[in-house]
């Protein structure tokens, strides 16, 4: 290491690969003290203006802002701020043309330059106190420096002390053609270079600190020496292209060569430009920020090729209008001849790493010959790679022969195109191949952290169930010592209990069967067979409750003939134009319809007829007869009119009634003869007696009809037995918790209690004795005389319909 650094401090240098020597063009430019260009109508600031990120906007449309002001932030290193460079007004946030190749527009500040120019509040200079490396990384950082030899890399962020250096290099070999810029900031501004210089001494604490100048700048070698030190080495180089490289003159100045994918850190050493160094010496000395810098423009159609101080953000077309001689619109080169491109617009603006404007005559371009394989290019490289075989895989997409190859080790210094017999574009095609390697490269990144993350998933969902197997076993060893424990202590277990009941609700549910489409539907046979089972359960119950009913015989009876009424009115209106097959029963059905409508078109005439009678007594009696019957309508009414068996009940009663009337009356017929002759004085009186005698009659043959039919008719047999079981069901039905079922027995029974009590006071006033046919009228119950009158009417009808069938 001693005899190493020694070589170098007795000023030996080395040589490396390849490299050419074109015409440098420079010796007809001004390298006199720089000066300003006019101040322009409007400035362009792009945001991000190096290699990083871009800082957070501080300003908004509208705002006026200051010479120096800061238009973006960052707390990081990695995004140095940008300045307004001119004080103006902001008129717009938007992209615009960037200067790239490319031209794609970048987000800018755009100001309207103020013709009286205004200095913001820069930062304070910094003492010699507060001269330590964190707060001139701070400083550096504040003033938006980013490198100005080109690759625009971040100042605070390279000169962060972190390894050990052995040797600052400090880049003043200009080697490219026509760019001086480096030259006349050397020959006029060396000691704020030496100044700048010192401070990043002060940073990074080298071993050794180089300032490197090709020999063909001897007045740059000359100003630096004039003001340096003995802790800064001035060597002389030769000239050769590129030699500027940062890598190639690395390897000039120590013999060192620094690998593929290594940096100039892992050999412990660190290149800066000289334009660098006077930024940093502004900043930190008068706290100015980086806000305009040294620019030549130089070519065959500038007038006066000089070196200028170009405000950042100043358009192209604003710094060639005054000093050219041809059109002003004519294609401009940013950067030298040899690495620079041609600007698509010379609206482009002006940014920190523009160091040359090369205005030429159009050249009209010459088509590629095909390669013949001489092999210059090859000698040429300073990289010592084989362009012609790059050229080839470049060209065919063959990326990963060309990545085999080491394309990416290509500076792109155009040292191949420059030598290339077939004028072949070898640059453009290596920058083609280099973009799309790093899109696959980006590509795979992102994949491989896809995978990471997928695989972290993958081991965290695994680590999970294994967690949770772990956790079910330890559950299980407990269940298993509780149900031990339990064992002893003869105690169920709960967990086994709880299973239990979870197998039989499950065995309880429904299962499922699949149908004839393929779904799966719920398989009820069982709770169909379950209310199967119901439902004969119940209809073994009713018949039970039917033969307990039928010991009683009155109740027999009555369900009977109530299911005879019923079969009969529901027959009516089936079997109207369809004769019985019983001709009794045929004949009665037909006296009962035809009894129905007389019963209806009479009573009127009837009522009428009492009312006229001229015996008070009878007068009286339809009265409350018809009162009574007014009564009784509404009091059966919401009894009878819901439920048709009560009704039919009560009519049995009535027909009963009557029937034991009639045949009582057929006993005392020849008593009731001469009292009835005495009575006849009264032709009310004595046609009322001669309808009751009709009416009885007639009653008598229906009954024996009905009767004969009964006896000799199976099917009307068959027919009462449904009706009693339904009578049976009612009565069955009248213990539930129903309370209609309860008011239906109610009036069942009402019904039946009102039968005996009318049927004992027909017994009352049946005496075969004169004297009843007259005296007793006015004693009598008026619920019997009621009776008594609508028999009397029913039979009056009974004799009219028969004399009007005798008719016809």
């Not at 690759?151 to 070999?173: C, E, R, S």
Request: charged share 25%; with cysteine; proline share 6%.
């Amino acid at each position: 290491m001693v005899a190493w650094l020694d070589k170098i401090k007795q000023g030996f240098t080395w040589n490396y690969q390849g490299g050419v020597h074109p015409e440098t063009n420079k010796q007809d430019i001004n390298c006199g003290k720089p000066e300003l260009i006019n101040l322009p109508n409007e400035l362009s600031i792009p945001v991000q203006q190096h290699i990083g990120s871009a800082g957070k906007l501080l300003v908004e449309v509208g705002d006026k802002v200051l010479r120096g002001q800061a238009l973006t932030e960052s707390q990081f290193f990695q995004a140095p701020p940008v300045h307004a460079s001119l004080s103006g007004e902001i008129i717009a946030i938007e992209p615009r043309v960037s200067a790239h190749a490319s031209a794609i527009p970048e987000l800018s500040v755009v100001i309207q330059v103020d013709k009286e120019q205004q200095d913001a509040q820069w930062p304070s200079p910094l003492s010699d106190e507060e001269l330590n490396p964190e707060a001139i990384c701070q400083r550096v950082h504040l003033s938006g420096i980013s490198g100005m030899g080109g690759a625009g890399f971040p100042t605070a962020l390279k000169i962060t002390p972190h390894k050990p250096l052995d040797v600052l290099i400090i880049n003043g070999a200009e080697c490219e053609p026509y760019i001086s810029a480096d030259d006349c900031l050397m020959q006029n501004y060396a000691a704020e270079i030496i100044g700048g210089v010192a401070l990043l001494q002060k940073v990074l604490k080298p071993t050794l600190t180089i300032v490197a100048v090709e020999d063909d700048k001897p007045k740059a070698i000359k100003a630096l020496e004039a003001v340096g030190n003995q802790d800064i080495i001035i060597r002389s180089i030769p000239t050769k292209y590129p030699s500027g490289g940062e890598k190639q003159l690395i390897q000039v100045l120590t013999g060192k060569e620094v690998k593929a994918n290594q940096l100039p850190i892992d050999l412990g050493m660190l290149v800066q430009n000289v334009g660098t160094a006077y930024a940093v010496y502004q900043a930190v000395t008068l706290g100015e920020p980086l806000i305009s810098r040294v620019v030549t423009l130089a070519g065959d159609l500038v007038t006066s090729p000089s070196n200028y101080w170009v405000p950042i953000g100043t358009a192209v077309s604003d710094v060639i209008n005054t000093n050219l001689q041809g059109e002003p619109n004519a294609p401009t080169i940013m950067g030298g001849s040899m690495m620079g491109f041609m600007l698509p617009s010379n609206q482009a603006p002006v940014v920190k790493t523009t160091n040359c404007l090369i205005v030429n005559n159009p050249m009209a371009a010459e088509n590629e010959s095909p390669c013949i394989r001489c092999g210059e290019c090859a000698q040429a490289c300073p990289m010592g790679l084989l362009p012609q075989q790059l050229y080839w895989y470049a060209k065919g997409d063959e990326l990963n022969k060309a990545r085999d190859f080491n394309i990416m080790d290509c500076i792109e210094c155009g040292a191949c195109a420059f030598v290339c017999p077939s004028e072949i574009s070898l640059v453009q095609h290596y920058r083609t191949a280099k973009a799309k390697i790093r899109s696959e490269d980006i590509a795979q990144k992102e994949a491989d952290i896809a995978k990471q993350r997928f695989d972290a998933r993958q081991a965290r969902l695994e680590k999970d169930k294994l967690e949770r197997k772990a956790k079910h076993q330890q559950a299980a060893l407990r269940r298993q010592a509780q149900a031990e424990d339990s064992a002893k202590q003869n105690k169920p277990d709960p967990v086994a209990a709880a299973l239990a009941r979870v197998k039989n609700k499950q065995a309880a549910s429904p299962a499922a069967k699949q149908d004839e489409t393929g779904e799966w539907v719920p398989d009820n046979q069982a709770a169909i067979a379950a209310r199967e089972a119901r439902k004969a359960e119940r209809r073994a119950q009713k018949e039970a409750n039917e033969s307990k009913a039928s010991a009683n015989p009155a109740v027999a009876a009555a369900i009977a003939r109530a299911k005879a009424k019923k079969q009969t009115d529901n027959s009516e209106s089936i079997n109207e134009s369809k004769p019985s097959a019983n001709p009794a029963v045929a004949a009665a059905i037909a006296r009962a319809k035809a009894k129905k409508q007389q019963n209806q078109d009479n009573e009127t005439t009837a009522e009428d007829n009492t009312v006229e009678s001229s015996n008070s007594a009878v007068a009286a009696a339809v009265a409350r007869a018809k009162a009574k019957k007014a009564q009784a309508q509404q009091q059966s009414e919401p009894t009878t009119a819901t439920n048709p068996a009560v009704a039919a009940a009560v009519a049995r009663a009535k027909a009963k009634k009557l029937a034991n009337k009639e045949a009582s009356a057929d006993q005392a017929d020849d008593n009731l003869n001469k009292p009835a002759a005495k009575s006849s004085a009264n032709p009310a009186v004595a046609a009322a007696i001669a309808r009751a005698k009709a009416k009885k009659t007639a009653l008598a043959a229906a009954d024996e009809s009905v009767d004969a039919g009964k006896a000799n008719n199976q099917d009307d047999e068959a027919l009462e037995v449904p009706l009693a079981r339904e009578q049976s069901v009612q009565q069955n039905t009248q213990d539930s918790t129903t309370s209609n079922n309860n008011a239906k027995a109610k009036a069942i029974a009402a019904a039946v209690a009102k039968a005996k009590a009318n049927k004992k006071a027909e017994d009352a006033t049946e005496a075969p004795t004169p004297a009843t046919v007259e005296k007793p009228a006015k004693k009598v119950n008026p619920a019997v005389a009621a009776a008594v009158a609508r028999a009397k009417a029913k039979k009056l009808a009974e004799q009219q319909r028969e004399e009007k069938d005798t008719n016809e």
